[in-house]
Nanobody
């Protein structure tokens, strides 16, 4: 079954860094935007950063230069490099691939915990 698989979450102190990885088969990403969402404690899932189908990277304003999305097309991987992490970044981070008139894919999520 085709799916998205995240990894790289964990526990880090405030100011630290983590890199999240999403294994995303080409069969999914060729006609979809792909990126990262997160669900913070007590809040709805929100977009963090994503690539459009033509390769443009987009970020939500709250990222403020701390996070960088990247991809390795040869390895079918999408990454989220997170720096200067804050306790308020604690939550579950998801990889998602979506587009018009196609099936929506979500990964299972990876937990990020930032201690103060």
């Amino acid at each position: 079954q085709v799916q998205l698989v995240e990894s790289g979450g964990g526990y880090v102190q405030a100011g630290g860094s983590l890199r999240l990885s999403c294994a995303a088969p080409r069969s999914i990403t060729s006609n979809r935007d792909i990126g990262w969402y997160r669900r913070l404690i007590g809040r709805q899932r929100e977009l963090v950063a994503y690539f459009t189908t033509d390769g443009n990277a987009n970020y939500e304003k709250f990222v403020k230069g701390r996070f960088t999305i990247s991809r390795d097309n040869a390895e079918n991987m999408v990454y989220l490099q997170m720096t200067d992490l804050k306790p308020e970044d604690t939550g579950v981070y998801y990889c998602r691939a979506w587009g018009a008139h196609v099936v929506d894919y979500w990964g299972q999520g990876t937990q990020v915990t930032v201690s103060s």
